[in-house]
């Protein structure tokens, strides 16, 4: 009897230990997606005021670049290897006849449907150069930026590839 007492008390014990150690909340137990930091697709955030860039291209809005930019390179050399880019940078989500269909787009959960982008809409086609080359540079909430990873003349031949994506308007 004296033993079953004894045991007994030994997984109760246990067993608050257990359940204490499991409410507590130590510092090092958070979870690192619990911060206040910024989504990666927010985009980048205004200069403070006063600041001088140093390096590099201002960020600018699709709406400015619409009416400001204009590519500045030979058509047909710039489809070419605009083609080439667009495969590799731009296909896995907007497909390769620019119609939002894919592969990684299929995989969206919830699936994001026109907003993957169809390049081929009138809606986006009426848009200028500029802005094309402004979403490609700085990228949307559902679309990473590629500044870093394409040269402006790389960013304009996708532009450029773009444009003969409305020809595929079925």
Known sequence: MARGSILSRLVAFAAVTVLAQTACDWPWQHDMA?????PASAGPRSPAAGAVATGGSLPIRPEVAE???RADIAARSAVEAGSKLYAAYCAPCHGPHGRGDG????EFAPPMGDLTGDLTAPDVQRHADGW?????TNGTEHMPRSAHELDPSE??????FVRTLGTYRQ
């Open 34 to 38: 619990d911060q206040p930091s910024r």
């Open 67 to 69: 009416r400001q930019l």
């Open 103 to 106: 592969p990684v787009a299929r």
């Open 155 to 160: 960013r304009w031949q996708i532009v450029r």
């Open 132 to 136: 094309f080359y402004a979403v490609i």
